[in-house]
T-cell receptor, first 115, second 110 residues
Framework: ETGVTQSPTHLIKTRGQQVTLRCSSQ?????VSWYQQALGQGPQFIFQ???????GRGNFPPRFSGLQFPNYSSELNVNALELDDSALYLC??????????????FGPGTRLTVL | GIQVEQSPPDLILQEGANSTLRCNFS?????LQWFHQNPWGQLINLFY???GTKQNGRLSATTVATERYSLLYISSSQTTDSGVYFC????????????FGEGTQLTVNP
């Protein structure tokens, strides 16, 4: 059974640029959630995708957007990067529909640095 | 939304000691998970425990849903137990999104 994978591992961008992060969910999981973890803090929920639709969003501006594909993989896109976007971005998958509360499994993360 | 608080924020132990980490939450939960974050940032699942008690080797966890808290017990700690431990919860009102506490930084000295 393949776990959650994310790419790239590390990324350096400059302020104002755009970035795309990728996530492949664990086999059999159809729900993907994205979290942002700033240094020294707990992860913060960005949004969740189920059946290719956004299914809940945290307190993040519209320049954070996402996609989910038919194979349940997902992308996180961030436009107009700001210095405060520097963080570890974590993807989690679960064998859930939007109304259930199954265990979530996390990928290794993408560490984004914005200069 | 649901609030999650963890204590203590920092814990320093000698190898072989036992410890208890606490997680308080502000609403009824449908999901409660404990994680260990390794030095590279990956969150390792320890327990999925919205209620009841579970054990896995030297680790065990108890969630008392009616009193809105969960405890993670680490017995006979080892240096490899060092790292940050997170509690995360989801409630009916917050949907399946997980809300994390600020974590407990555990250091186990040899």
């Amino acid at each position: 059974e393949t776990g959650v994978t994310q790419s790239p591992t590390h990324l350096i961008k400059t302020r104002g640029q755009q970035v795309t992060l990728r996530c492949s969910s664990q086999s059999g999981h159809n729900t993907v959630s994205w979290y942002q973890q700033a240094l020294g803090q707990g992860p913060q929920f960005i949004f969740q995708y189920y059946r290719e639709e956004e299914n809940g969003r945290g307190n993040f501006p519209p320049r954070f957007s996402g996609l989910q594909f038919p194979n349940y993989s997902s992308e996180l896109n961030v436009n107009a990067l700001e210095l405060d976007d520097s963080a570890l971005y974590l993807c989690a998958s679960s064998p859930a529909d939007w109304s259930s509360y199954n265990e979530q499994f996390f990928g290794p993360g993408t560490r984004l640095t914005v200069l | 939304g649901i609030q999650v608080e963890q204590s203590p924020p920092d814990l320093i132990l000698q190898e072989g000691a036992n410890s208890t980490l606490r997680c308080n939450f502000s609403d009824s939960v449908n999901n409660l998970q404990w994680f260990h974050q390794n030095p590279w940032g990956q969150l390792i699942n320890l327990f999925y425990i919205p209620s009841g008690t579970k054990q896995n080797g030297r680790l065990s966890a108890t969630t008392v849903a009616t009193e809105r808290y969960s405890l993670l017990y680490i017995s006979s700690s080892q240096t490899t137990d060092s790292g940050v431990y997170f509690c995360a919860a989801a409630s009916e009102t917050s949907g399946s999104r997980l809300t994390f506490g600020e974590g407990t930084q555990l250091t186990v000295n040899p």
